[in-house]
């Protein structure tokens, strides 16, 4: 599986978009991406994803680059409650485990 | 429909003792994995089950172990528990993927293992 590339943190306003960015430059043409968030230490919770066309969910937008070395996802009105660890994960539909890197911490100020 | 379950939420053990986790997938999944999340470290893959049989391994020692049941529920074993063995252990199920189908895991909520 692909690795991927996250910032280890970001800050965003309460009610601005937040745009949590992935590189993910060794992806294999059958490998989707995939996004996850953990909020403070429960499961991980499944948010999105997408193999080269751009997602949209009733979470969350997820915007893959035409070469789709890199991904965004976007949560349109962030609120305190979306304070996270946010993970991008690549993955073939047909593999098995997911890989977690260390994410990035999105931390949503008032 | 119910989500993946845990139990038991919250253990307490001695180190030299042995540990049983247990998960049951949601309805209709058929692969369970199970992680290991030490306090303030990322999640580590432990076990993949699919259709009753061990799919993969993630770099833990022989006194990690597990099973999946006919009824896809799994449990984890940890023998000869160390205080290092103190984490929260995440199961996560999976419907069965096949080329036109996607499929993503749900996690269940965990079980926080100290060691003492």
């Known amino acids: 599986d692909a690795k991927t590339t996250q910032p280890p943190s970001m800050d965003c306003a309460e009610g601005r978009a937040a745009n949590l960015p992935c590189n993910h430059s060794t992806i294999s043409g059958n490998e989707y991406v995939y996004w996850y968030r953990q909020i403070h230490s429960q499961g991980p919770q499944y948010i999105i994803h997408g193999l080269k066309n751009n997602e949209t969910n009733e979470m969350a937008s997820l915007i893959i680059t035409e070469d789709r070395k890199s991904s965004t996802l976007i949560l349109p009105h962030a609120t305190l409650r979306d304070t996270a660890v946010y993970y991008c994960?690549?993955?073939?539909?047909?593999?098995?485990?997911?890989?977690f890197g260390q994410g990035t911490e999105l931390s949503v100020k008032p | 429909e119910a989500g993946v379950t845990q139990s038991p939420t919250h253990l307490i053990k001695t180190r030299g003792q042995q540990v049983t986790l247990r998960c049951s997938p949601i309805?209709?999944?058929?692969?369970v994995y199970w992680y290991q999340q030490a306090l303030g470290l990322g999640l580590q893959f432990l076990l993949w089950y699919d259709e009753g049989e061990e799919r993969n391994r993630g770099n833990f020692p022989p006194r990690f172990s597990g099973r999946q049941f006919p009824n896809y529920s799994s449990e984890l074993n940890v023998n000869a528990l160390e205080l290092e063995d103190s984490a929260l252990y995440l199961c996560?199920?999976?419907?069965?993927?096949?080329?036109?189908?996607?499929?993503?895991?749900?996690f269940g909520q965990g079980t926080r293992l100290t060691v003492v």
């Open positions: 994960i690549v993955r073939s539909n047909q593999g098995g485990k997911l890989i």
């Open positions: 996560a199920s999976k419907k069965r993927a096949s080329r036109s189908l996607n499929t993503e895991a749900f």
């Open positions: 309805s209709g999944h058929t692969s």
